[in-house]
């Protein structure tokens, strides 16, 4: 199957979840994420903030936040297709940005993606050898090759799991992939 046949077909099921079951989807993620080790001793977390259909990132900046993390979050440059991430206080800084994603205003303060000690990465497919697929733009396999130490977690469904995920020389595998039913961590770094 091909990147763009497997994109839509793991698309198509991730939408399909009415929103109410995706919540609670969501929250088991987090419960995992936030019993993870690495996730557990950072002080700080870079963060995608999810869209609409995307595992629920909101519970855990909030959580990450109250617990005296720092949080990052990006912003898109569609102009040059990369991200730059923001330090964020609250989810109340963010408005709407590309593709229709919550990000940090203009002024917000710039942070190195290496600062952060874990990425919390989206994912549309993935594989239990830590390839995961996005959405086919590259914008956090760009960066993520400059994360420096921080601990690569892509957040998915197991129902977005595929027995084999198709990969270039651009893509960069996850370190670990946090579900609703289990963590799997994979070598690397």
């Known amino acids: ?60 900046i909030e959580s990450a936040l109250a617990s005296g993390k720092r949080v990052i979050v990006p912003r898109t440059d569609t102009a040059t297709q990369r991200l730059s991430f923001a330090q964020i206080q609250s989810l109340s800084e963010l408005s709407l940005g590309a593709f229709g994603i919550l990000e940090p205003a203009p002024g917000a303060k710039p942070t190195a993606l290496s600062e952060a000690d874990v990425v919390l990465v989206p994912v549309v497919a993935w594989d239990e050898r830590g390839h995961r697929l996005g959405y086919g733009k590259g914008y956090f396999d760009r960066e993520l090759k400059s994360r420096g130490k921080a601990m690569s977690i892509g957040l998915a469904l197991e129902s977005q799991r595929f027995e084999s995920v198709p990969q270039s020389a651009e893509d960069v595998p996850l370190e670990a992939i946090v579900t609703e039913g289990r963590t799997l961590t994979f070598g690397g770094r």
């Not at 046949?5 to 198509?12: F, H, I, N, T």
């Not at 939408?15 to 700080?44: D, I």
């Open 1 to 60: 199957m091909s990147k763009s046949e497997l994109r839509l077909k793991a698309l198509g099921s991730r939408r399909s979840l009415p929103p109410e079951k995706l919540e609670g989807l969501s929250r088991a993620v987090q419960k995992r994420l936030e019993r993870l080790p690495r996730y557990m001793e950072a002080k700080v977390v870079a963060s995608y903030v999810a869209k609409s259909d995307e595992v629920r990132t909101q519970g855990i």
